[in-house]
């Protein structure tokens, strides 16, 4: 009897804490996700590229540290959820990522040495909150920050960027290299 009620009391609590998505609820938060991830790169593309032209690296430097949290806060708010870059190598330490997104981010570099496709990854917490996490890859227009010393970073932008980010070790990148990821945590 007691074995019985164990049993019974134990799938009760495997159902009811059930963190799976059925298949039509994981297309719509990738789908979601992709929205979100896209308009997000999107804006701060745009508005660092509008920088760039303005004022060159001196002015879109220190632009994004002022502004790239800004505009990700302004956006969370319009898709109601939480919307983060994450990296292994940071140009800020303010912007850590969670150990979560460490291991996403250590999966899909595995992926690209075994040259398999990096595809989005949606998932539910242990407190039930639906995750998204997408690749990013550096993109050309992102080398004059992010690339390589002497070749497509210069050294006055490594300077500028030394100046505002003293820990930086978010260069180095060829185009088409995993930068980090987008991480979104959906509020409902």
């Given at each position: 009897m007691i074995k019985k009620v164990f049993i019974?009391?134990?799938?009760?609590?495997?159902?009811?804490?059930?963190?799976?998505?059925?298949?039509k609820e994981q297309q719509k938060y990738i789908s979601k996700g992709k929205?979100?991830?896209?308009?997000?790169?999107n804006e701060l593309s745009s508005q660092l590229m509008s920088q760039m032209k303005e004022g060159g690296p001196a002015?879109?430097?220190?632009?994004?540290k002022e502004n790239a949290t800004v505009i990700l806060g302004?956006?969370?708010?319009?898709?109601?959820?939480?919307?983060?870059?994450s990296s292994d190598l940071l140009?800020?330490?303010?912007?850590?990522?969670?150990?979560r997104e460490l291991e996403i981010i250590y999966r899909y570099q595995k992926l690209i040495s075994e040259e398999?496709?990096?595809e989005p990854i949606v998932e539910i917490d242990l407190d039930n909150k639906k995750h998204f996490y997408a690749p990013i890859k550096i993109k050309a227009n992102c080398l004059v920050?992010?690339?390589?010393?002497?070749e497509t970073l210069s050294v006055q932008t490594d300077s500028i960027i030394k100046s505002i980010y003293p820990f930086d070790i978010a260069?180095?990148?060829?185009?088409?290299?995993?930068r980090g990821v987008w991480s979104i945590t959906f509020n409902k």
């Open positions: 019974l009391f134990s799938l009760i609590i495997l159902v009811a804490c059930d963190n799976s998505f059925s298949e929205e979100i991830a896209e308009a997000s790169f002015q879109a430097v220190p632009f994004c302004e956006l969370s708010n319009k898709y109601d959820a939480t919307i983060k870059r140009r800020s330490c303010k912007i850590e990522p969670t150990e398999k496709e990096l920050c992010h690339g390589k010393l002497n260069t180095g990148y060829s185009e088409g290299d995993l």
